[in-house]
């Protein structure tokens, strides 16, 4: 009989690679907690109106990519992000009621249906952040603060992140009208796509990747228009502002005019962290401010800002981390006494592993170094003398002590 398999753009994650899952979770747990950050879950499908007022109707991901179906005359949508989701519990709970800012945090699974790629699914999970009450740029750079010190506690550090800012509605429709008067001699040129953003979303013009286009915005009057600082007096001071927090807390950054963002909510800053060692699919993390959302939605006028990060993106970034190996290996041909001292060092906190076959003793060794950070080897003589040996599995040092003493030696 054929076996039925995983669907395309979708991945199971196998237990070998749970403890880096289990180490991003928790880090991200630990990490904005420290900011006074809560864990929010909100479920996996939400009405497709949701997505359609939040996220916009002229994106890619509401008008291409999203799951949607039909339920009891419903029209429902599993997420494909979850700022929407979000906001929409924020406002029903009355969240704008508790003391500015309101801080959640969230991880989970996404939905997108595009084409899929290395380090793009269809079924994805992301972890994220979303704090509301705020419109000051302390807000701006404690989020992006939350996002690199994130990173840095996953051992991500060589990142770039990219900050720009795409104004508040009045001035982006300004830039609008004069990138549209730059761009309308090509406008047959470019692709069917981009034809569509000029009318409905020419921001997202800038981020096409079809050659073509990109070439048409590279030309020096289009440019012209780009690197403008069009932005008005306050939206620049909050920029300038936001530039300022960074420089003081040595985050290191650049101003991409480029950086528009896939999804409508935003307004004044966006920001992206991208790795040179993803191919094309670089971005671990986008983000921005989404002063409007919460009011387009029937909230309160309640400004906010978060980000997201991609985690498969993440794992395939940690890789094989040292501390994801198990801290002991017992090594020893007298079960019970391998037994006992194994729930002795996992009652005491730390992470151990027996052989339960009871291959020989080179066998364990084997298994030991490819598994484990420490073997502890109690042979015949160190049996005979209630004695275990240390080695340490990656200088291959070793010291023989008392039993009664592994677990301070270990400690
Ligand atoms: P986004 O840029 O669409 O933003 O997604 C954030 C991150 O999710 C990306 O940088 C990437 O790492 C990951 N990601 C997106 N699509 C895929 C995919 N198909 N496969 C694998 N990873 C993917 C948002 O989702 C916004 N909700 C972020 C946000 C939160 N803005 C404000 N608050």
Not at 1 to 24: C, N, R, S, Y
Not at 96 to 108: E, N, T
Not at 145 to 172: F, H, Q, T, W
Request: proline share 4%; charged share 30%; glycine share 6%.
């Amino acid at each position: 009989m054929a076996i039925i398999k995983v669907q395309k753009g979708t991945k199971d994650i196998l237990p070998e690679e749970m403890p880096i899952w289990h180490f991003m979770e928790d880090t991200a747990n630990k990490i904005f907690t420290k900011y006074g950050a809560k864990e929010i879950r909100t479920p996996i499908f939400e009405a497709t109106e949701l997505f359609a007022r939040g996220v916009g109707d002229t994106t890619d991901i509401v008008n291409k990519e999203m799951y949607t179906f039909e339920k009891s005359e419903r029209s429902l949508t599993l997420r494909p992000e979850n700022t929407a989701g979000v906001v929409r519990s924020f406002i029903e709970n009355g969240m704008h009621r508790l003391s500015a800012p309101v801080k959640l945090w969230y991880k989970g699974p996404m939905f997108r249906y595009e084409r899929p790629q290395a380090g793009r699914q269809r079924q994805f999970h992301q972890v994220g952040v979303e704090v509301f009450g705020i419109s000051q740029p302390t807000a701006d750079s404690e989020v992006i603060l939350m996002a690199v010190n994130y990173l840095s506690a996953l051992g991500l550090n060589d990142l770039n992140v990219e900050i720009n800012s795409l104004g508040c509605p009045k001035c982006r429709e300004v830039f609008k009208t004069k990138l549209k008067e730059a761009i309308k001699p090509y406008l047959s040129e470019l692709c069917p796509d981009c034809q569509t953003r000029y009318e409905k979303n020419p921001l997202r013009l800038l981020d096409c990747k079809v050659p073509e286009c990109k070439e048409i915005y590279g030309k020096p009057e289009i440019q012209k228009v780009i690197q403008s600082d069009y932005i008005c007096e306050d939206c620049a001071q909050h920029f300038n502002e936001l530039k300022g927090y960074l420089d003081n807390l040595g985050i290191k950054y650049s101003v991409n005019k480029l950086l528009v963002r896939g999804l409508d909510y935003y307004n004044r800053t966006v920001f992206e962290i991208t790795s040179n060692n993803l191919g094309s699919q670089n971005a671990v993390c986008g983000g921005g401010r989404y002063d409007s959302l919460v009011k387009n939605l029937g909230g309160e006028d309640v400004p906010a800002i978060g980000f997201a990060m991609g985690m498969e993106r993440l794992a395939s970034l940690i890789g094989q981390r040292e501390d994801v190996k198990t801290t002991a290996f017992v090594v020893c041909n007298d079960s019970l006494q391998g037994i006992k001292l194994t729930e002795e060092l996992r009652k005491n906190g730390i992470t151990a592993e027996f052989d339960l076959t009871n291959k020989k003793f080179v066998k364990q060794l084997e298994k030991a170094s490819k598994t484990a950070k420490y073997a502890l080897i109690i042979g015949e003589d160190e049996l005979a003398a209630d004695k275990v040996t240390i080695k340490n599995l990656e200088t291959s040092e070793q010291k023989t002590v008392n039993r009664i003493d592994v677990l301070k030696e270990l400690a």
